[in-house]
């Protein structure tokens, strides 16, 4: 081993086999998933990591980095900042937001798109920044917490840097996630995280059939389980001292 390996370069080691996985691929698209917590994102490493940002909407506002709203002219708001009335809002935020995992998620807050004096619209849409390295995100995920028409495919646009729509079939649809068929729309256990990947990097993401999400999740990397930095850096420094 060299042991001119500074810790800059043990980052860059960690780094390298984070994306191992997804090595030789440009786009890769995680198809809808029962989501109640952070816990069931297969982004998990990377939020732990601090290397995904996680947008739980539970502070009212849209405010982690390199990301706003893309719903303009119309507008996207944390739902309980567009409908404060607590015991009649019909919000469906991600179950685990409140503290408890009870298959309850009204306590919490979602994200809605609403029109100006049409109520909530059916889509949502969301534009990336660079960050300081000038490198846009490379995974974007989000959990669509309600549904508009469970009889109509959820249809996802991801743009990349390039400006063209990735996902040219990211259609999935939303019956089997009513399963066995006795769920409401917005109801916890069909709440579903879909993700994606693109090597040139993510500038925006809308999806439509949609009326309340949350959980967006994006930013640079995935550590594999149990290859985390930290692990990594232990078995590099065990490497140094049996020599
Ligand atoms: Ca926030
Ligand atoms: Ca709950
Ligand atoms: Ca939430």
Redesign the pocket.
Known sequence: MNQNLSIPRFFCVAGVLSLGVLKGATFRMWEPTPYRSELDSPFYQGIQGGIIFLE???DGVLNTPFVKDGAAPNMGINFRTFFPDRDRSPIA??DG?DGVLDFEGSR???WVTVGIGTGRLEYFEFEFDPNEEGQYPLFVGIVVTEVSDTSQDVEFGVYGESGSNLAGSAEFDPGPWFDPGELLRGDVETHRFIGFYAEEGIRRIWANNTLQV??LQYGYGIPEPGVGIFSVLSALLLLVRRR
């Open positions: 739980d909407f539970e935020s991600v937001d919490g807050d979602s949350d959980h």
